[in-house]
């Protein structure tokens, strides 16, 4: 199972307030990933098998990795 595949069923993620241009995906308990986001992130959540990033500039990033790079910008 890939990492992305258990923090999916794990389930949480997070702004952490420490640090700048990155949000928190937990693979457990005690094992947190943080992804780069080279941009202030406002909020993350999961939206079935993936991460949706709201972006402080308005952007909004579909994740389907936990590469920096691993995602899309969704237009609405």
């Not at 939206?47 to 995602?71: H, K, P, T």
Request: proline letters at 4%.
């Amino acid at each position: 199972m890939s990492q992305f595949q258990e923090a999916r069923m794990y389930g949480v993620v997070d702004v952490p307030r420490y640090c700048q241009w990155c949000f928190r995906v937990f693979i457990n308990q005690y094992n947190p990933i943080l992804i780069q986001t080279s941009g202030q992130p406002m909020d993350v959540y999961w939206s079935g098998a993936s991460l949706i990033v709201e972006m402080q500039n308005g952007q909004l990033r579909r994740y389907f990795g936990l590469g920096s790079e691993d995602f899309e910008i969704v237009y609405i």
